[in-house]
């Protein structure tokens, strides 16, 4: 089902091209971290996008990824992701992108694991677990990364801003068989709208 893009507001359409100007080529972790600070102004700005704009009232509220802009050789891309009350997402890996998940609107909870890289059945470690409300963000570089995330509201909506090394079309989600081992499945990530 096709769902209609969210209009994005030319002003924090600007400041978002201001914040990710420079981006693409080789991109080291310093890059990463000052990019995420670059966007953290980004919720403040007038005309943020808000998770309410994503859904309405006619339509069950489903999780929705809309491409907004993206580098012409597809060296980054950037995605508004909504979530809806209590979504919560498989673990899952980032095709060994970067990656920065910065929270809009709401709040997130990302459960952060690390897999040894067995491409039969992976052990992941467990890192850490955040709590993000506007202005935070999950924030990662190595290959191994791996999360989970989830609405934390039962009731209300959330909207993140997505920055990714490369094109985000396919991931690999992991279902666990047994203590810390996983099972891994093929993933093709879908987009629902576009506003390039």
Same mark, same amino acid.
């Given at each position: 089902?096709?769902?209609?893009?969210?209009?994005?507001?030319?002003?924090?359409?600007?400041?978002?091209?201001?914040?990710?100007?420079?981006?693409?080529?080789?991109?080291?972790?310093?890059?990463?971290?000052?990019?995420?600070?670059?966007?953290?102004?980004?919720?403040?700005?007038?005309?943020?996008?808000?998770?309410?704009?994503?859904?309405?009232?006619?339509?069950?509220?489903?999780?929705?990824? =809309?491409?907004?802009?993206?580098?012409?050789?597809?060296?980054?891309?950037?995605?508004?992701?909504?979530?809806?009350?209590?979504?919560?997402?498989?673990?899952?890996?980032?095709?060994?992108?970067?990656?920065?998940?910065?929270?809009?609107?709401?709040?997130?909870?990302?459960?952060?694991?690390?897999?040894?890289?067995?491409?039969?059945?992976?052990?992941?470690?467990?890192?850490?677990?955040?709590?993000?409300?506007?202005?935070?963000?999950?924030?990662?570089?190595?290959?191994?990364?791996?999360?989970?995330?989830?609405?934390?509201?039962? =009731?209300?909506?959330?909207?993140?801003?997505?920055?990714?090394?490369?094109?985000?079309?396919?991931?690999?989600?992991?279902?666990?068989?047994?203590?810390?081992?996983?099972?891994?499945?093929? =993933?093709?990530?879908?987009?629902?709208?576009?506003?390039?």
């Amino acid at each position: 089902m096709h769902h209609p893009q969210i209009a994005i507001a030319a002003s924090w359409s600007r400041a978002l091209r201001e914040a990710t100007s420079g981006l693409g080529g080789e991109i080291t972790p310093k890059d990463v971290t000052e990019l995420r600070e670059a966007l953290t102004s980004l919720v403040w700005v007038e005309g943020c996008p808000r998770a309410a704009s994503f859904f309405s009232d006619a339509q069950a509220p489903r999780y929705r990824r =809309q491409l907004i802009a993206a580098a012409s050789d597809r060296s980054y891309t950037i995605l508004l992701i909504a979530w809806p009350p209590g979504y919560v997402t498989p673990l899952h890996d980032h095709a060994e992108l970067w990656g920065i998940e910065l929270v809009l609107d709401g709040a997130l909870q990302v459960d952060e694991y690390f897999s040894d890289g067995d491409a039969q059945q992976p052990e992941l470690q467990p890192h850490r677990s955040l709590m993000l409300g506007s202005g935070d963000a999950a924030v990662f570089i190595d290959p191994a990364y791996v999360h989970r995330c989830r609405n934390l509201s039962a =009731q209300q909506p959330a909207l993140s801003l997505h920055v990714y090394g490369g094109e985000l079309d396919r991931y690999q989600s992991f279902v666990e068989v047994s203590d810390n081992l996983y099972r891994i499945a093929q =993933q093709q990530a879908v987009l629902d709208a576009v506003s390039i």
